[in-house]
C-alpha cells in the first residue's frame, strides 16, 4: 500500500513526539511491505511565528492532498496574549473546517498499570472502555452571527446545525456501536435546546436502520455525573461539538493516563487528522522526555481508519502495551517500579518490538 | 422578624421534603422569635396536572410577592413524553426567568463521614470546599432565535448576554470569592466564543475593584478535568448558564453526598428560590424514605441569602452535621454503621437539635 502523509508537528512536544510516530510507521512500512511518503508543514505557533498566521495555505493545501494528516500539538505562552485570529489553536479549528472533519473519535481505555494514577477509586474506573463520537465541525464553534452587538453592550454566539450534519455523525455514533458493543449514549440538552430536540429526532428515526444497537438518551448535565460515577455503564457517547469537547476531556483524565490517549478527526471518505489528546506541553518541551505514546497510537489509528489496516495497527498497540508491560514508562506516568526513560529510548522500545 | 415564604412542593420526593424545610423553620422561629408564614403553590408535574401548565400565573403571583421561595423538586415519568411547553422543567425555567434569579449558587463540601462514598480516591477530594456560582438567567437557555430553518432541514439556539449580564453575575462571583478564600475562578471557552471573549474582559475590568481576590482563568474543558484530578484547588468558581449546568452537576457527584447539596438562586434585591440539588427521585417517591438534608441545607440558604439571618443558618447547619455526626442517616448516604432513619425521624433529629 501507497501513501502520502501529511506530518503537522505544531509546537511543544508535539515537534518531539511526531518525529516517534514517523520511525513508527517507518518501521510498519518496512515490516508489511508497505510505502509511506512524508511531508512537514508548520501549524500554530510554529506557524505564526514563520508565516504571520496559524494556518499557512501551503499547510492547507498539502493536507487536502494527502491521506492522512498527523498532528503534534499546537499553543504555548508565547501566543497567549495574541488576538484571537492569530492564535494557535486557530489553525486547529480551521484545518478542521478546511477539511471537513466532522467526526472526533477518542477512544478512552484504562491501562490496568496505569490506573493507580487514576483520581477514581480503582473498583469504580476498572474496566472502562469508552468512545466518545463529538461532532467536530458545527454548533457553537463555527455558527454565526457570533459577534458583539448594541454598541459592545451585548453579545452573541450561534448553535447551529443543518439536519444532514446531524445525521451523518449519528450515523457515525451507530456504527462504531455496532464495531463495539452495541451500547450507544446519546447526549443531548433537549429538556432546553432547540438543536438537541432535534439531535434527540434524529436519532429515534435512525433507531430502525441499526436494530442491534441498543440506544439511550442522556442529558449533558447527567453524563457529566455518570462519566464519574459509572464510567464502565458506557460504550460509545455521541454528542455535539462543545458537549463532545468538556465531556471528552473530563473521560480523558478518568484512568490516569492523558499521556495515551490518541484521537481521529474524520471526513466522509475516510480522510483524516489524528492527534493526541494530550496538549503541547511547554514546561516540559525540549527536554526529551514527553511520552511519544498518544502520539504512536493515534498513528495506529490512522492505519485503522484513514488505511483500513487493522493488522498493522493492532501491531502497534500491542507494541505499546508490551513495552508498557515490560517496565519502561515515561516520566508523566506516575510509575514507581520499573524503568523511566525518555521519547528517543520509549520510541526506539517500541519500534523494536514491531 | 417577619417574613413570607412561599413552598412548591413539586413532585416527587419534593413533596416529602419541603415539610422537612417547613418543620425545621418553625423550630427556627420559636428558638430565635421569629415570624414566619407559609403559602404552599403547585408547579412542575403537580401544576400540569392540576392546571394545564407547569407554571400557573396564581404560582408565579405568589412567589412575586414572597420573601423568599421554597422549592422541592420537579419532574418524572409521568410527564416525560409531554411536548415541551407541558414538561415539568419548564415551570422550573420559567419561575428562574419570572423572578430575574440570576445568580444560582451551589456550595459543594464535603462530609467527612460521607466522603467514603466519594468515586473519587479519598486523598483526591478530601478538603475540597467549593461554590459554583452559575449565571441563570441567560446564555443559550433563554437566547432567540432558538428554532427550526430552512423547512425543518435546520436548526439553531443562541447564546446571547447583555454586558450588564455578565457584570452582575461576576460580580456575584467576586463578592462570594471576598466572604471566602479570596479565590475566583472564572470559567468560560474563550478561545471559540466571542461571548466568553467579553466574559473574560469584564472579569479582567472587574479585578480592580477586588484587589482581594486572586483570579484565574480556565477553558471549560480544562475545568472539567481539574475537578475531578484537583478539586481542592478551587474556591468559587463563576461561570455562564449552560457550562455552570455541566460543571455544577459534574462537581456535585465529588463528594459522595448528591444528598446533601443545596441551592439558591438569588435575584440582585436578595430575595430568592432555594432548592435541593438532586431531583424528584420518582423511585423512592412516597416512601418516607427521602434524605431531607439537602432541602433543610436549602432552607439555611434561604435565612442566610435572604433574610440574612447567619446565626440561625448556621444552627440549622450544625444541627445536619451533629445528627449525622451522632450515626443517624438516611439510606442513600451508604453508610454501614449507625443507624438507617426515614424523612420524618430525620428531620425530628434536627428539630430536636435545634
Ligand atoms: C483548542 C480548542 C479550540 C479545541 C476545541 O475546543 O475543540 C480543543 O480543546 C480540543 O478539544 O481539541
Ligand atoms: C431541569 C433543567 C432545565 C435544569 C437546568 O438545566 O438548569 C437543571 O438541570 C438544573 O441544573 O437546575
Not at 491501562?111 to 494514577?117: E, Q, S, V, Y
Amino acid at each position: 500500500m501507497k501513501k502520502h502523509i501529511v506530518l503537522l508537528p505544531g509546537d511543544g512536544i508535539g515537534k518531539e513526539v511526531i518525529n516517534s510516530a514517523k520511525d513508527v510507521l517507518q518501521a510498519i512500512a518496512e515490516e508489511f511491505n508497505h510505502s509511506f511518503s512524508f511531508e512537514t508543514h508548520e501549524i500554530g505557533g510554529a506557524a505564526i511565528d514563520q508565516y504571520g498566521t496559524p494556518l499557512p495555505d501551503s499547510t492547507v493545501d498539502a493536507c487536502k492532498q494527502a491521506d492522512a494528516v498527523l498532528l503534534g500539538a499546537v499553543g504555548g505562552p508565547k501566543w497567549d496574549q495574541n488576538p484571537s485570529h492569530l492564535r494557535p489553536e486557530r489553525g486547529l479549528l480551521g484545518i478542521r473546517k478546511a477539511l471537513d472533519l466532522y467526526a472526533n473519535l477518542r477512544p478512552i481505555k484504562g491501562f490496568k498499570n496505569l490506573l493507580h494514577a487514576s483520581p477514581l477509586k480503582e473498583e469504580v474506573v476498572a474496566g472502562s472502555d469508552l468512545l466518545i463520537v463529538r461532532e467536530l465541525t458545527g454548533g457553537l464553534y463555527f455558527g454565526t452571527p457570533s459577534e458583539r452587538r448594541d454598541n459592545g453592550n451585548a453579545v452573541v454566539d450561534t448553535l447551529s446545525y443543518t439536519r444532514k450534519e446531524i445525521e451523518r455523525i449519528v450515523d457515525k455514533g451507530f456504527q462504531a456501536a455496532q464495531q463495539r458493543s452495541g451500547h450507544l449514549t446519546s447526549v443531548d440538552k433537549a429538556n432546553v435546546l432547540e438543536s438537541s430536540k432535534m439531535w434527540r429526532e434524529v436519532v429515534e428515526e435512525k433507531k430502525a436502520q441499526y436494530p442491534d444497537v441498543v440506544v439511550e438518551h442522556l442529558l449533558v448535565d447527567a453524563a457529566a455525573m455518570k462519566l464519574i460515577t459509572n464510567p464502565t455503564q458506557f460504550d460509545v457517547i455521541v454528542t455535539e461539538n462543545l458537549f463532545g469537547d468538556i465531556l471528552s476531556d473530563e473521560a480523558s483524565v478518568l484512568t490516569g493516563s492523558i499521556g495515551m490517549l490518541p484521537s481521529a478527526s474524520l471526513r466522509e471518505d475516510g480522510v483524516g487528522l489524528y492527534e493526541p489528546v494530550h496538549g503541547s506541553a511547554p514546561d516540559i518541551a525540549g527536554k526529551g522526555i514527553a511520552n511519544p505514546a498518544a502520539m504512536i497510537l493515534s498513528a495506529a489509528m490512522m492505519l485503522r481508519y484513514s488505511f483500513d489496516l487493522n493488522n498493522e495497527a493492532k501491531v502497534i498497540e500491542d507494541a505499546v502495551q508490551s513495552v508498557l508491560d515490560s517496565g519502561f514508562h515515561t516520566g508523566d506516568l506516575q510509575i514507581a517500579e520499573g524503568r523511566q526513560v525518555g521519547t528517543t529510548e520509549m520510541t526506539k522500545l517500541i519500534v523494536d518490538y514491531i
